[in-house]
């Protein structure tokens, strides 16, 4: 098993940016990816982010390329999602998931979630 926390979350004016972070414990080499995915009120959660965790591949929603980056350190455990050039429509709930077998992007294969962290962007 898999536990994941979130970090990072909080208010920023429009055009700021902040950096989330995503601590992984327990069986951690059993998940080939790290992904963030957000979820607006009212809206459906979608992904924002994935990267494999054995050679740093990455993947972005088209609505955050070119603002947000993921990365992570593996000696630390975690997956960071800077966010820069941050916009009132990315306001949302942020979560970190972790997929075993390969980065699909969907929500219905995330074999593990973190508790999400609030972004609200004004």
């Known amino acids: 098993h898999v536990q994941l926390v979130e970090s990072g979350g909080g208010s920023v004016q429009n055009g700021g940016s902040l950096r989330l972070s995503c601590l992984a414990s327990?069986?951690?080499?059993?998940?080939?990816?790290m992904a963030w995915f957000r979820q607006a009120p009212g809206k459906e959660r979608e992904g924002v982010a994935t990267i494999y965790t054995h050679d740093n591949i990455t993947y972005y929603g088209d609505s955050v390329k070119g603002r947000f980056t993921i990365s992570q350190d593996k000696a630390k455990n975690t997956v960071y999602l800077q966010m820069n050039s941050l916009r009132p429509e990315d306001t949302a709930v942020y979560y970190c998931a972790a997929e075993r077998f390969y980065c699909s992007g969907y929500t219905t294969r995330v074999d593990y979630w973190g508790q999400g962290t609030q972004v609200t962007v004004s």
């Open positions: 327990g069986y951690t080499d059993s998940t080939k990816c």
